[in-house]
C-alpha cells in the first residue's frame, strides 16, 4: 500500500499541484520583465524536482515526483494534469496576481491540513518545507527593479511579505527565508 491510497483523487491533485502554484503566486508578486519571469519560472521547476534530492527518505515526496514509466504515460499524466488545473483555475475565476496569491495561500492551507492529518509528522513537516524552499528559489531567481540587470534587488519587500504568507499558510517555522 503505497502513501498515495492515502488521499482522495482531488487531495493528490491539491499536494502535486500546490508547490507549482506557489512558484506561480511568487513570480507575480513582483514584475521581473520577461527575462526574469522565465528564470522564475524555471527555478520554481527545478525547486520542485530537488526535492528528490533533498527528502530521498520521504515517502510523500518521492510519491508526489514519482516519473512515469513511460511516453504514453507521461503524456496522459500530464494532459490530466493540465485539465485538472485549468479546471480549479477557471473554477476560481482568477483575474488578477493578488487573487492568484490569494487562491495559492488557501491552497497551501489546505495542503498543510492534509499532510498534518494524513502523513507522519516528519513528512508533513518535510513538505511543507519543501513548499517554502520552492517559494524562495522562486524569490531568488532574478533581481526586481533594476534596468538591463543591473542594480534592483534579489528579493523584493513584495516577495518577502509573500514568503511570509506561505509560511503562515503552510505552519511552517517562520522566519527562516532563505532568501
Known amino acids: 500500500m503505497s502513501i498515495r491510497d492515502d488521499f482522495s ?6 499536494l502535486s ?14 514584475p521581473s520583465g520577461v527575462i526574469g519571469t522565465v528564470k522564475e519560472m524555471t527555478a520554481g521547476m527545478r525547486g520542485t524536482v530537488q526535492g528528490l534530492n533533498d527528502y530521498p527518505d ?3 515526496i518521492t510519491t508526489l515526483l514519482e516519473k512515469a514509466q ?3 504515460e507521461a503524456k496522459d499524466k500530464m494532459q490530466d494534469y493540465r485539465e485538472k488545473a485549468k479546471a480549479r483555475l477557471d473554477g476560481a475565476s ?6 492568484l496569491q490569494e487562491h495559492v495561500l488557501k491552497d497551501c492551507a489546505a495542503a498543510a491540513k492534509l499532510v498534518d492529518e494524513k502523513c507522519s509528522a516528519d513528512d508533513a513537516r518535510i513538505y511543507k518545507e519543501w513548499s517554502v524552499k520552492i517559494a524562495n528559489k522562486v524569490a531568488e531567481a532574478a533581481k526586481e527593479g533594476g534596468i538591463l540587470g543591473f542594480g534592483g534587488e534579489r528579493v523584493s519587500a513584495e516577495e518577502s511579505a509573500l514568503i511570509g504568507k506561505i509560511e503562515a ?10 532568501a
Open 9 to 14: 483523487e482531488d487531495e493528490w491533485f491539491l
Open 17 to 30: 499541484s500546490t508547490p507549482a502554484m506557489i512558484g506561480a503566486a511568487m513570480s507575480s508578486a513582483a
Open 58 to 60: 520521504s515517502e510523500l
Open 70 to 72: 513511460n511516453w504514453d
Open 94 to 99: 482568477i483575474k488578477s496576481r493578488e487573487e
Open 169 to 178: 499558510a503552510l505552519g511552517a517555522p517562520t522566519g527562516h527565508l532563505f
